[in-house]
């Protein structure tokens, strides 16, 4: 059942559970206690190369182990983290987690590719984010390069605290990304101040490709702007063989999806960065 809840992100959001605002403080209240309990872990979705199929990426995705429900997802936790100030915590605790990993498997003896780390609109407005980002790569000797962090639209907006972090965050030598790119408050006159690599086509515009115009047109917009822009973009939620094939012809330059790869532990991560050829030349977590 939480496998099911867990697809439709929206589940949260029916009549039946907003009127129930207990339940919303209760649910906030076993976030907590989870957190202290040390009950979540990251899991990993890969994300690959559409040149030349090697793995280049890994997104960290947050999952609570319930004592009772099992492996909860991301969709079901992020909603009502996000609603109070324990977004800053738990974003706080994933980043942490993150680096704990890399240094894991720098010592197991891979490169490790790029990680990328989703960060909420909140946490990037507090002031101590940055801090905690420099204090936790020192703690963990992780070099800045192997990590990027996800951010969505609604950054861009004009709001001074989050472009300034985000300046300092790419200076730090850290990829930022833009989430679920096309979804949110689009202002495009941001996107030209901010410090980015990488668009992310959402997807809700990849879910009816081919045959959906609108979205063919909408993703194939997305690329040529992004290009044009120098970026990077990555598809996620690719499904079939055909949202492939066309985002391919398009020009999208990685692939995300259940077609080439769960989201998965991190032991399974790291058989798929030591499955990499040592001399193949995307087995570098550099840009690209
Ligand atoms: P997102 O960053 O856009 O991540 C993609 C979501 O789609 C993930 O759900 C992933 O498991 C799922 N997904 C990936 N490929 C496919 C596919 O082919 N088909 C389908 N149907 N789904 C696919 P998840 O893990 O439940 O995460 C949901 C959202 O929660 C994420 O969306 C992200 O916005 C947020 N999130 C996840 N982890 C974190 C975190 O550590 N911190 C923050 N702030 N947000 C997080
Ligand atoms: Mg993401
Ligand atoms: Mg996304
Ligand atoms: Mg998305």
Request: charged share 25%; aromatic share 6%.
């Amino acid at each position: 059942a939480a496998k099911n809840l867990g697809r439709n992100r929206f589940a949260l959001y029916q009549p039946a559970m907003t009127i129930d605002t207990r339940n919303f403080l209760d649910l906030e209240q076993a976030l907590r206690k989870a957190l202290k309990k040390e009950e979540f872990i990251l899991h990993y979705q890969p994300q690959y190369s559409v040149d030349d199929g090697h793995l280049t990426g890994l997104e960290a995705l947050l999952r609570w182990q319930h004592p009772v429900r099992g492996l909860i997802s991301a969709a079901e936790i992020i909603p009502i983290a996000e609603s109070s100030k324990l977004i800053v915590e738990l974003g706080g605790w994933v980043f942490e987690q993150a680096c704990r990993q890399l240094r894991l498997w720098l010592d197991a003896g891979v490169d490790p590719v790029r990680l990328a780390v989703n960060v909420s609109v909140r946490q990037l407005q507090d002031l101590h984010f940055v801090n905690v980002i420099e204090r936790t790569l020192t703690h963990f000797q992780v070099p800045a390069q192997h990590l990027e962090i996800e951010v969505t639209e609604s950054c861009l907006q004009d709001n001074e605290i989050c472009l300034k972090n985000l300046r300092k965050i790419e200076q730090m030598g850290l990829a930022i990304a833009i989430d679920d790119f096309g979804t949110g408050f689009s202002c495009l006159s941001s996107l030209k101040k901010l410090p980015i690599h990488y668009l992310k086509i959402d997807r809700s515009f990849v879910i009816d490709l081919p045959k959906d115009e609108n979205d063919a047109a909408i993703a194939t917009a997305i690329i040529a702007l992004g290009h044009q822009m120098n970026l990077k973009i990555i598809a996620e939620g690719i499904e079939t063989q055909a949202q492939a094939d066309f985002l391919r012809v398009a020009g999208c330059d990685h692939f995300q999806g259940y077609l080439f790869g769960r989201p998965m532990p991190a032991t399974e991560a790291l058989q798929l960065m030591r499955k990499r050829q040592p001399d193949d030349p995307n087995s570098h977590s550099g840009r690209g």
